[in-house]
């Protein structure tokens, strides 16, 4: 064999050897770009189900919000109507106290009735009355300070002297603070 022959011979072993890798390097690639595509797709759903899982949460938060928000509604529905009648209750105890002073008995037991009725037809429907008397602290979230007063002694600085005008809540929102006198 010439030298030429085994030269030949040895080029077409080297185009055989690079025709048999290069499929395998193909099949390789394909693999590599099988994988990242499946990372890909994995990644893609992940986000996926992190952007459901925040919408969902926030549609729970939405509908737990708007319960609540329908609950105080129907809690204070009336509260526009009741803190209208709230004027015509102080009237009644105006009324009464005079009507104690005078000799007629009689006109002030139906009044009385009214009063009453009207008291309890409010409770019904949730309004309460504020608890407070005189000696007791003054809180500036709960009352509405009209004045202030020098305190007849020390025991009465920062308290409660005299109350004006009581005050009403509906449910747990207080509708009218009650107006009070202050020692100071």
């Known amino acids: 064999m010439s030298e030429k022959q085994n030269e030949e011979e040895l080029n077409e072993k080297v185009v055989e050897t690079v025709e048999d890798t290069t499929p395998e390097v193909e099949v390789r690639e394909e693999e590599i770009e099988e994988k990242s595509v499946e990372d890909q797709l994995r990644e893609d759903l992940a986000k996926e189900k992190e952007k459901f899982l925040r919408l969902f949460a926030e549609f729970e ?14 809690k204070t529905a009336g509260q526009e109507v009741i803190t209208s009648l ?3 209750m102080d009237d009644f105890e105006r009324a009464t106290k005079e009507l104690t002073k005078s000799s ?6 139906g009044v009385a009735l009214i009063q009453n009725k009207l008291k309890e037809t409010l409770k019904s429907k949730g309004l309460q009355e504020i608890e ?4 007791d602290k003054f809180d500036p979230e709960v009352h509405d300070a009209i004045t202030q007063i020098p305190a007849p002694n ?3 600085k920062g308290k409660i002297i005299d109350i004006v005008e009581k005050g009403f809540s509906l449910g747990d929102k207080i509708i009218r603070h009650p107006k009070v006198v202050v020692g100071n």
């Not at 007629?104 to 037991?109: A, I, L, N, P, V």
């Open 86 to 88: 709230l004027p015509v």
């Open 154 to 156: 020390k025991k009465l």
């Open 104 to 109: 007629d008995k009689e006109s002030f037991k």
């Open 132 to 135: 407070i008397k005189p000696g």
């Open 61 to 74: 938060n939405y509908k737990k919000r708007t319960s609540k928000e329908r609950m105080d509604l129907f």
